[in-house]
């Protein structure tokens, strides 16, 4: 069983950046993919980025360049930091944790997830 719990959200206009966290519960977070997904009203939940256990990194191409996602497995903690936000990345914002042993990026391929934390960026 794995628990995850995301903060650093907030608001923050165009062009300014934010650094989400999300810190997992359990022994064997270092075995686990890692994902980042965002929800707005009317839309589906959509994929925005992913680590392997391993280190590697696979983004949304409406992220890529803006956004990092990285992994502490000393910290069990997975960050994704945004910049050069737009407007249009206001979401709700939930982290992920799937058994898979590549970078995956479907909802199907999580086995955890996390409350989500808001993001809201202003024009």
Sequence with gaps: QVQLVESGGGSVQAG?????SCAASGRTFRNYAMGWFRHTPGKEREFVATTSWNGATYYADSVKGRFTISRDNAKNTVYLQMNSLKPEDTAVY?????????VVTT??????WGQGTQVTVSS
């Design 16 to 20: 300014g950046s934010l650094r989400l």
């Design 94 to 102: 939930y982290c992920a944790a799937g058994r898979a042993m590549s």
């Design 107 to 112: 909802i199907a391929a999580y086995d955890y």
